[in-house]
């Protein structure tokens, strides 16, 4: 009785960390997104500020992570499997042909944000 009691208060804390941890990285992928479509609807041209002064495709990486943190709150496997194996390489090829594209419209100003921003 006593390690049945053990066994499930392990895992009454296991699924709270879970819990709370997604929803902290879902919360967190969403404010990503909101900054990043904020920054972009006040700038007209090569967004350079706010928080695309860090990261190049914000709303793209934001969605990857508020997805991870949607599956692992559900405890969707499938989910998981779906925004790693799909949606991310998505992303990327889409953010590749993206960034030919700004390359050649804005040449040296955007090659010189690549290099200061993380991705």
Do not use: C
């Not at 066994?7 to 929803?23: K, P």
């Not at 695309?52 to 934001?62: A, L």
């Not at 992570?65 to 709150?73: H, R, T």
């Amino acid at each position: 009785m006593l390690l049945s009691i053990f066994a499930f208060r392990n895992q009454f804390l296991a699924d709270a960390w879970l819990s709370i941890t997604s929803s902290v990285v879902m919360i967190f992928g969403f404010l990503m997104v909101a900054a990043g479509t904020i920054t972009l609807d006040k700038i007209k041209g090569l967004a350079t500020s706010g928080i695309h002064s860090k990261i190049r495709h914000t709303i793209y990486y934001s969605r990857i992570i508020f997805f991870i943190g949607a599956a692992l709150f559900f405890r969707s496997i499938y989910g998981l499997i779906l925004t790693l194996l799909v949606l991310l390489p998505l992303h990327v090829y889409v953010i590749r042909k993206e960034e030919k594209l700004l390359i050649k419209k804005y040449g040296k100003k955007y090659s010189r944000y690549k290099k200061r921003t993380l991705f």
